[in-house]
T-cell receptor, first 115, second 113 residues
Framework: GAVVSQHPSRVICKSGTSVKIECRSL??????MFWYRQFPKQSLMLMAT?????????EQGVEKDKFLINHASLTLSTLTVTSAHPEDSSFYIC???????????FGSGTRLTVV | GENVEQHPSTLSVQEGDSAVIKCTYS??????FPWYKQELGKRPQLIID?????GEKKDQRIAVTLNKTAKHFSLHITETQPEDSAVYFC????????????FGAGTILRVKS
C-alpha cells in the first residue's frame, strides 16, 4: 500500500531557530500534500495544501512566512518552521494524495518541542 | 467553509458492547466521509469511509451510515475489544473539487475489560 515517510519523528529546538520537516511518498507520486498541526488532545487542523510545482495554499490564520512549504517534486514536500517559538510546539503531520480517485496517506508525524 | 462536529468527545463502553460516534457536516456539497483511528503519538489510520452515493457500508465489526438529507454520518463498532481504545476522528471533503479533509474534534473511546 501507499506509504509516506516523515522525518524527523521528534525534534527539540531552541527559540528563534528554524526546523525543517520532510515528507516523502515512497511508492507513489503525491500530486497533493497536506500539512496538519495537532495540539495535545485536539483534532488535526489543516495548515496548508501544496501541489507539486506550485505555491502552497494556506488556511486562514496560518502565517505563510512562518511556515514555509516546498513541494518541489512529486515525492517530497517540506515544512520549515521559521523562528520557532514555544507556542509552535505541536505534532505536525503530513498527508499525501496521488490524485482525486485515491485516498489520503498520512505520515507518522513529527513532535516539535521549542524550548 | 466546511465545519464538522463530532460527538461524544469521550465514550466508555464495556468490552463486547457497541459504540456509536456521530458527526454532522455543514456543506451539502461534501461527498466523501472517512473515519480515522489514532493511537497516542501515531498517525491516523483509515478504518472505513463512505461516499455520498451510498447510505451504509460495513466491514466486519465496523459500519458507517450516512444521512445526506440530515447531513450526518455515524460510526458503529460492534463487539468492542480493548484494542479498539483510541481516538476516532470523522472527516469530510468535497471530491474532486475541494480535495482537503476537514476533521471533527475527535472521540476518545475507552473499552473496559
Amino acid at each position: 500500500g501507499a506509504v509516506v515517510s516523515q522525518h524527523p519523528s521528534r525534534v527539540i529546538c531552541k527559540s528563534g531557530t528554524s526546523v525543517k520537516i520532510e515528507c516523502r511518498s515512497l511508492d507513489f507520486q503525491a500530486t497533493t500534500m497536506f500539512w496538519y498541526r495537532q495540539f495535545p488532545k485536539q483534532s488535526l487542523m489543516l495548515m496548508a495544501t501544496s501541489n507539486e510545482g506550485s505555491k502552497a495554499t494556506y488556511e486562514q490564520g496560518v502565517e505563510k512566512d512562518k511556515f514555509l512549504i516546498n513541494h518541489a517534486s512529486l515525492t517530497l514536500s517540506t515544512l520549515t518552521v521559521t523562528s520557532a517559538h514555544p507556542e509552535d510546539s505541536s505534532f505536525y503531520i503530513c498527508s499525501a494524495r496521488q490524485g482525486v480517485n485515491y485516498g489520503y496517506t498520512f505520515g507518522s508525524g513529527t513532535r516539535l518541542t521549542v524550548v | 467553509g466546511e465545519n464538522v462536529e463530532q460527538h461524544p468527545s469521550t465514550l466508555s463502553v464495556q468490552e463486547g458492547d457497541s459504540a456509536v460516534i456521530k458527526c454532522t457536516y455543514s456543506d451539502s456539497a461534501s461527498n466523501y466521509f472517512p473515519w480515522y483511528k489514532q493511537e497516542l503519538g501515531k498517525r491516523p489510520q483509515l478504518i472505513i469511509d463512505i461516499r455520498s452515493n451510498v447510505g451504509e457500508k460495513k466491514d466486519q465489526r465496523i459500519a458507517v451510515t450516512l444521512n445526506k438529507t440530515a447531513k450526518h454520518f455515524s460510526l458503529h463498532i460492534t463487539e468492542t475489544q480493548p484494542e479498539d481504545s483510541a481516538v476516532y476522528f470523522c472527516a469530510a471533503s468535497m471530491e474532486p473539487w475541494g480535495n482537503k479533509l476537514v476533521f471533527g474534534a475527535g472521540t476518545i473511546l475507552r473499552v473496559k475489560s
